[in-house]
């Protein structure tokens, strides 16, 4: 069964426009951990597509490292710049300290507060896009969410907001295939110049956000440098932007097309949070991300080499038959959901609490101030061989005069 991934390209991003469900299926069933032969400059690699086998890598990081990077596309490359600088490529000792250092930004209080932010915004755009009674929801709610979440999370003010938006647009954005190169590594810089200004502001007069929290941070009492805080803070964007905007995305036009969900969400016979979780399964915004390993060992029982490099595929493991009943059923009521769209392990996403609010909320909003929604145009897909969605998602709302009255009236006795 080599033949299976011998015809799908997993580096390409274009092989992600095509539906791959049946390949996974296979690939699990009779190859469940493969090697993708090397194709053209890239290296070959090991393709796992089974639950138990990513969770057992994740948990492994004795054999495994993501030092090496932790992406496909630098993984082949050889290498991640930020590596031991920057949380998700750094391992061990550091990894573990810098880990302790960053959650302390995450306390539940700063959380609280954070969470509260995301509620109000939702809401917000949520009810003035169902007013409008049109929207793309992409780029009029989506792209405001996240971006406002990770903004409260590192402190940055209000009036640099819609610059710092603009900026990870052509930094990080896989819309198009031909977006530019350039641009996209001018933004970058621009982005951690600006860290830069702000660590030094912190330094100077701290607060609880996160910049202030690395700024003050030591490891075997030395201070962090000025590369691993603005590193750190930039990923932050890379890590929680384009992942939970893709979910909410995702999550509009899958309940759009599953009109019996929907009615259950709306009546409330499924909670928000279960809701979320099946949400997030069913985008599993990332694809993968992946490992190099470090000594000989085995996956699956299939033998590794030290210095191969390991894929794990997030898109099959959320589908695996063994772990989910009917995985291709989208259930908002799946207890339990063991999904791994967060990873798994030491490295377990640092933004998994606000993920999960960002999705609940958008829910939250939607079922008060929305009776129905279908989508209105088409919506254009996203290119790349890591994270999968949309960046386009024309929307009709059905309005909820319910709701929205309610709405204006809690906020015109708050004003
Ligand atoms: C790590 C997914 C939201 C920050 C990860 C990992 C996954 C993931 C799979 C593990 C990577 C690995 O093991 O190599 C997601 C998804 C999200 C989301 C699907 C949204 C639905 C966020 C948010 C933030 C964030 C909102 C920050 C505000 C991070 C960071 C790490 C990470 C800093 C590295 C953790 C470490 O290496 O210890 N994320 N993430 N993520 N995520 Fe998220």
């Excluded at 053209?40 to 393709?47: I, L, Q, R």
């Excluded at 606000?354 to 989508?375: D, I, K, N, Q």
Aim: glycine content about 8%; charged content about 25%; aromatic content about 8%.
């Amino acid at each position: 069964m080599t033949e299976l991934i011998h015809d799908v390209d997993l580096a390409d991003p274009q092989t992600f426009h095509s539906d791959l469900t049946d390949f996974w299926k296979r690939l699990r069933e009779h190859n469940p951990v493969a090697w993708h032969p090397p194709r053209g400059d890239n290296p070959g690699f090991w393709a796992v597509s089974r639950h138990a086998d990513i969770m057992a890598v994740y948990r492994d990081n004795v054999n495994f490292t993501s030092e090496r990077g932790n992406l496909l596309v630098t993984l082949l490359a050889g290498g991640d710049s930020a590596a031991g600088q920057m949380l998700a490529v750094t391992d061990g000792h550091r990894h573990r300290e810098l880990r302790k250092i960053m959650l302390t930004a995450f306390s539940p209080r700063a959380l609280e507060r954070i969470a509260e932010r995301v509620r109000e915004n939702t809401r917000r755009l949520v009810a003035e896009a169902v007013e409008r009674g049109t929207c793309d929801f992409a780029e009029d709610i989506a792209s405001h969410i996240p971006m406002g979440t990770i903004a409260d999370l590192l402190g940055v003010p209000a009036s640099d907001r819609e610059f710092l938006l603009s900026l990870t647009k052509s930094a990080l954005s896989s819309d198009a295939e031909d977006a530019g190169e350039v641009d996209a590594l001018m933004a970058r810089n621009e982005i951690l110049l600006y860290f830069g200004e702000l660590v030094e502001q912190r330094r100077a007069s701290p607060g609880d956000d996160v910049i202030s929290v690395l700024a003050g941070g030591e490891i075997d009492g030395k201070s962090l440098t000025e590369d691993e805080m603005v590193l750190n803070c930039y990923s932050l964007i890379i890590g929680g932007d384009e992942t939970s905007r893709l979910s909410m995305i995702d999550a509009v036009r899958t309940l759009a097309d599953h009109p019996a969900q929907w009615q259950l969400l709306r009546d409330g016979d499924v909670g928000l949070g279960t809701a979320a979780e099946e949400i997030l399964r069913w985008a599993t915004p990332a694809m993968h991300f992946g490992r190099t390993c470090l000594t000989d060992t085995e996956v699956g029982g299939v033998p590794i080499a030290a210095g191969d490099i390991v894929t794990l595929w997030h898109s099959s493991g959320n589908r695996d038959a063994s772990v989910f009943d009917d995985p291709y059923a989208f259930t908002l009521g799946r207890t339990p959901n063991k999904h791994i769209t967060f990873g798994y392990g030491p490295h377990f996403c640092l933004g998994a609490y606000l993920g999960r609010v960002e999705v609940s909320e958008l829910l939250s909003a939607l079922r008060t101030f929305s009776r129905g929604f279908e989508v209105a145009g088409p919506a254009r897909r996203i290119h790349s061989n890591f994270l999968t969605g949309f960046s386009s998602l024309p929307v009709r709302f059905e309005p909820d005069p319910a709701g929205l009255a309610q709405y204006h009236e809690t906020r015109g006795a708050s004003v």
